[in-house]
Nanobody
Framework: QMNPVESGGGSVQAGGSLILTCTIARLPYITTGMAWFRQTPGKEREGVAVIRMGSGDTIYADSVKGRFTISRNYANNTVWLQMNSLKTEDTAMYYC?????????????????WGQGTQVTVSS
């Protein structure tokens, strides 16, 4: 099974924290990048954070900088998204994706392997 598997979503009040976990059986590329995207009904999928599994280099969407942290365990192909100071606008389905990250990107077209998603709901 090459598609990532997400876990850890749930409901939290604004200002709270959640951590999402993503695992993949094996990395599909030498330069695999793992990314978190999110989507709400009627909107396009939005990139949140990306990490290159080998180097640990990261990029973040402006909307989450300083609040979210992406990290990885290269040995067991696991990626986490620590989400702090959550806002109601962070409510979305969160997806983990794997792609070839020679250039770090938040374009969803660069990711060929997708998880089923995990729901995050932030209430006021």
């Amino acid at each position: 099974q090459m598609n990532p598997v997400e876990s850890g979503g749930g409901s939290v009040q604004a200002g709270g924290s959640l951590i999402l976990t993503c695992t993949i059986a094996r990395l599909p590329y030498i330069t695999t990048g793992m990314a978190w995207f999110r989507q709400t009904p009627g909107k396009e999928r939005e990139g949140v954070a990306v990490i290159r599994m080998g180097s640990g280099d990261t990029i973040y969407a402006d909307s989450v900088k300083g609040r979210f942290t992406i990290s990885r365990n290269y040995a067991n192909n696991t990626v986490w998204l620590q989400m702090n100071s959550l806002k109601t606008e962070d409510t979305a389905m969160y997806y983990c994706a794997a792609g070839n990250a020679r250039d770090l990107t938040m374009s969803s077209r660069s990711y060929g392997y997708w998880g089923q998603g995990t729901q995050v709901t932030v209430s006021s």
